[in-house]
């Protein structure tokens, strides 16, 4: 499949109707779900492949990755109503990821691949929350793909010095979405990043 094809497809996944601020909850638009699966795929961290979405949200990576033919989808959010919204989304697009409510830090598996959008701790009560994702992301698979601000790369660099990092820039449309957001959209220089446990 295309990257265009699917982010096509993945345009049809329904957003959550009542984001949490302090979790921020922001949705991964489709052009930039379908950068970071594609960018996957092609390193052949997909097809065939278990992979976990840590802090799935609306399901949009997860979704993605069995779309792309992965073997076993996990989604992870603690919110049993994004859950919710992230069940009726797979089954609307005809795929069957598995969703379950958990905190991140309370995750047990074995993945080969995790792939998330994680908080990048920009609200108090989320302080270094992308720390922890990240602690769990190598804790349940070799390979991670993860999403942050632009310019993260030295500190990911440092934070896990045992991992090999690729870097993919690319720009984040996000919408206006909570009551201190001044424009209809605005766009965020972000960059995806593979990192492989050396």
Not at 7 to 25: F, G, H, M, S, Y
């Amino acid at each position: 499949m295309k990257k265009k094809e699917l982010a096509i497809l993945l345009e049809k996944v329904e957003d959550i109707t009542e984001p949490d601020v302090t979790e921020e909850q922001y949705s991964t638009p489709a052009t930039v779900a379908s950068e970071l699966l594609h960018f996957a795929f092609m390193h052949g961290d997909i097809a065939n492949q278990v992979v976990y979405d840590l802090g799935c949200g609306d399901g949009i990576l997860g979704i993605g990755a069995k779309l792309l033919g992965a073997k076993t989808v996990v989604g992870i959010d603690s919110d049993e109503k994004v859950i919710e919204v992230a069940q009726s989304n797979s089954k609307s697009l005809g795929v069957e990821v598995s969703f379950r409510r958990s905190d991140v830090r309370e995750v047990k598996g074995e993945a080969d691949t995790v792939v998330m959008n994680p908080p990048f701790g920009a609200q108090r009560k989320n302080r270094h929350a992308d720390r922890f994702f990240l602690e769990k992301a190598f804790e349940l698979a070799p390979v991670v793909y993860s999403i942050h601000n632009a310019g993260s790369e030295s500190f990911l660099r440092s934070f896990v010095p045992h991992a090999a990092i690729v870097r993919l820039p690319v720009v984040f449309p996000l919408k206006r979405r909570f009551w201190f957001h001044k424009k209809e959209k605005k766009f965020i220089d972000v960059d995806i990043y593979r990192m492989e446990r050396k």
